[in-house]
């Protein structure tokens, strides 16, 4: 860590500027939210939103032309970090916009849904930007203990209740572990810098053991963040239990800071022992995309499937980390910020679809959904092709760039289990449209969404249909964080 110096702090607090706009308009919304009158709560979230897209335009804006480290060494600033920043603030600000007709709905508007996001996303924020162990940890354990709250905000539903508790012990363990790991990485290296780590690795460290059961008990924690099998037995749990709003920002935002977060650690710190730590790797991949799959396929509950479906994605992501090329990294960071869009209009139509003391989470809920609105069918239909990777929506790309990263590294099995398990996947997915095309509608209710609502979730569908007919903006952004 670099000595402390006052006047590089201050110049440095410039790179930071979106991170503190972004935690004291929380503070400021949190206040707000004690003066405000009942009937006028929905305020509340249109503020929170327009927090989020100053956010999202000050990171935009942030000049820089190389990596930057500032603030002691702990936090940087790179390609990777701001890109994927704005791509989680404007994701959090969908899921906002989906949550307020949601929590309108149910009578539950509360302000604290909304501080407790925002201040989850400046923990992602501050996980994107982190170059130091203890930043990581401190990004890290922001947005897990806000999201802890966020799965408990129906104080009314038991479901709920107990959703949390399985997240919190669960999140806590995979927390310990994961610290434990970084301890013993600082034993080993005698620095919590990732690029001082990164120099120790590359001069002789590398093999070390202690620094080999390091690496195991962050593998740990990553699968944990992740939802990676065999960390994986909270997220069918958690998502079905939690209202919809919250298993959407769950589903969403958090998984961009687990990609980061296995970025910074693996292909930044530990650079140099890529052959142990992708052999790991390997194995969490292969089973996530097996049982996430199989699993999927017996699902009747929506948000159970769609769990399920983020576990089997979660291997098509490893498979690109995997790789350990500038290539795999790029097809990853690809897959992510795809699977971040199409999962989160998914979840979206979860939401259109319910209605006061109704949640319209299981299968059936979806029948006839053609006969009652052919619109918001056809935006289904793209969100599934989407997941399922059919040509030439989004999928379909990012499925292809993962499977090029290992066949590039020569890992051809490893490539053909993907392939079989995606056609395996496109079972579950393409029964959503059987079901919504060629049955009869159970709920023949007139859908009850506000226009904004049913404007954002039908530009969440043309944007994920958009890139899949040109993707290539999006694969030039993340070409350029990983050149």
Not at 29 to 36: H, M, P, V
Not at 143 to 152: F, K, Q
Not at 290 to 305: C, D, E, L, P, S
């Amino acid at each position: 860590m670099s000595p402390f110096n006052s006047a590089d702090y201050t110049a440095g607090l410039i790179y930071a500027r979106p991170e503190i706009f972004l935690g004291s308009a929380a503070c400021v919304i949190l206040l707000l939210d004690l003066l405000i009158a009942e009937a006028q709560r929905r305020w509340i979230g249109v503020i929170s939103v327009l927090a989020l897209l100053v956010t999202a335009a000050l990171v935009a804006v942030q000049p820089f032309t190389t990596r930057v480290l500032v603030l002691g060494d702990m936090f940087e600033l790179d390609r990777m970090a701001q890109v994927l920043k704005v791509v989680a603030l404007l994701t959090v600000a969908v899921v906002f916009t989906y949550s307020t007709e949601y929590l309108r709905r149910r009578a539950i508007l509360k302000g604290e849904y909304f501080v407790l996001g925002l201040f989850a996303t400046l923990g992602i924020l501050v996980l994107l930007s982190a170059a130091s162990l203890l930043t990581l940890y401190l990004g890290l354990e922001l947005m897990s203990l806000c999201l802890y709250t966020m799965v408990a905000f129906d104080r009314e539903s038991g479901t709920a209740a107990e959703a949390a508790i399985k997240f919190f012990v669960l999140g806590s363990l995979a927390s310990g572990t994961l610290l434990y790991g970084m301890s013993i990485i600082y034993g080993v290296t005698g620095s919590l810098q990732l690029n001082e780590i990164a120099v120790a690795l590359h001069n002789g460290l590398a093999g070390n053991v202690g620094v080999l059961f390091g690496i195991a008990f962050l593998i740990v924690g990553i699968g944990f963040k992740f939802g990676a099998v065999p960390f994986h037995m909270w997220i069918p749990d958690v998502y079905e239990g939690a209202p919809t709003c919250v298993t959407i920002f769950i589903g969403s935002a958090p998984k961009i800071a687990a990609f980061a977060l296995t970025m910074r650690l693996l292909s930044e710190g530990l650079a140099s022992s890529e052959p142990d730590w992708s052999q790991m790797l390997i194995v969490l991949a292969v089973l996530s995309m097996a049982i996430g799959n199989v699993v999927a396929i017996a699902q009747t509950n929506m948000k159970r499937m769609l769990a399920y479906s983020t576990i089997s994605h979660v291997g098509f992501i490893l498979m690109g980390i995997l790789a350990g090329t500038a290539q795999g990294y790029q097809a990853a960071m690809f897959y992510t910020i795809t699977y971040v869009i199409v999962a989160t209009g998914a979840f979206g139509m979860i939401v259109l679809l319910s209605r006061q003391g109704f949640e319209a989470d299981t299968l059936d809920d979806f029948k006839g959904l053609n006969a009652r609105s052919p619109w918001f069918a056809g935006m289904m239909a793209i969100f599934m092709f989407s997941l399922a990777g059919v040509p030439p929506f989004i999928g379909f790309y990012a499925k292809l760039g993962v499977i090029q990263a290992v066949l590039g590294v020569g890992y051809l099995w490893i490539a053909v289990v993907a392939v079989l398990f995606s056609v395996v996947g496109a079972y579950y997915y393409l029964r959503i449209l059987k079901l919504m095309y060629f049955d009869e509608a159970v709920d023949l209710e007139l859908l009850d969404g506000s226009g904004l609502m049913r404007t954002m979730l039908s530009l969440n569908a043309l944007l994920a249909l958009g890139l899949g007919l040109v993707p290539a903006s999006l694969l030039v952004l993340c070409k350029q964080a990983f050149p």
